[in-house]
């Protein structure tokens, strides 16, 4: 039987990792997080000492052949390295978000980025997170979802995960940076963070979590029997 392919678009924090990877668990496949690729490259932009502003970041393009990006799992768990170094959670920083977002805006980071996403999707069963998965990177996926909840909830879900990684950071400042974001990534003139015309749209801002991670699995579940793909 071919892979699966499973892709989930929306923006940050609507909970798309957290539920991918319960999916991924349930369904014995794998979860690729496709922003750690992003964040990669936007820690190597700022070790080299570029700013992170959409006028300066453009700056990394010459400096992209310096970067060797692998992804490995370690029991079950992406990790990303960077020239042989995993970088774990130090790509997690508020401060690599702002460069993810603007790194991911250059046309040439998308394209050095192409082939590691769809090598993946080749060799396994995968539900792949991102902004383009279903318009870009597996535009024939068995089921495309896009996820969102409201800013609000987003931002609330965002302090709580990075006080957990004992990132602690102040409310406010996380709302008015996922607002920022947003307006970036889904105006931006590449691969911009929208909905793929047939993609399911799944709203993340009410559910607790199990509900929402069954309600999500009876999508997926019922797309891939439309697609004679049982799992
Ligand atoms: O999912 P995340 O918050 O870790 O993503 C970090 C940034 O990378 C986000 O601002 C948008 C960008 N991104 C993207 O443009 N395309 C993807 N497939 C994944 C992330």
């Known amino acids: 039987m071919s892979h699966i392919q499973i892709a989930i678009d929306g923006p940050s924090g609507a909970g798309k990792s957290s539920l991918s990877k319960a999916v991924a668990k349930e369904l014995g496949i794998i979860y690729v997080d496709t922003g750690a690729l992003y ?31 692998e992804v490995k799992y370690e029991n079950g768990v992406q990790c990303v390295y960077l020239n042989g170094e995993n970088l774990g959670d130090r790509i997690r ?11 991911s805006a250059v046309p040439e980071v998308r394209a050095f980025l192409l082939d590691t996403q769809k090598d993946i999707a080749r060799k ?4 792949m997170d991102g902004r383009d998965i279903g318009t870009v990177i597996l535009p024939d996926a068995d089921v495309k979802i896009f996820l969102t909840a409201s800013c609000e909830t987003r931002a609330r879900r ?8 004992g990132m602690p950071a102040a409310y406010e400042v996380v709302l008015s940076d996922i607002i920022k974001r947003d307006e970036q990534d889904s105006s931006r003139d590449v691969a911009p963070a929208i909905a793929a015309p047939d993609a399911l749209h799944f709203d993340n801002s009410f559910d607790g979590f199990e ?15 439309e697609k004679g793909k049982e799992i």
């Open 124 to 127: 396994n069963s995968v539900i």
């Open 93 to 103: 920083e508020n401060e690599i978000s702002m460069y993810a977002s603007t790194v």
């Open 211 to 225: 509900a929402a991670k069954e309600a999500l699995l009876t999508m997926i579940r019922k797309g891939l029997s």
């Open 39 to 69: 964040r990669t490259v936007g820690f190597y932009a700022r070790s080299i000492g570029i700013p992170s502003d959409k006028s300066e970041i453009a700056r990394i393009v010459p400096h992209l052949g310096e970067i060797n990006i």
């Open 158 to 165: 965002r302090v709580a995960e990075l006080a957990e990684k």
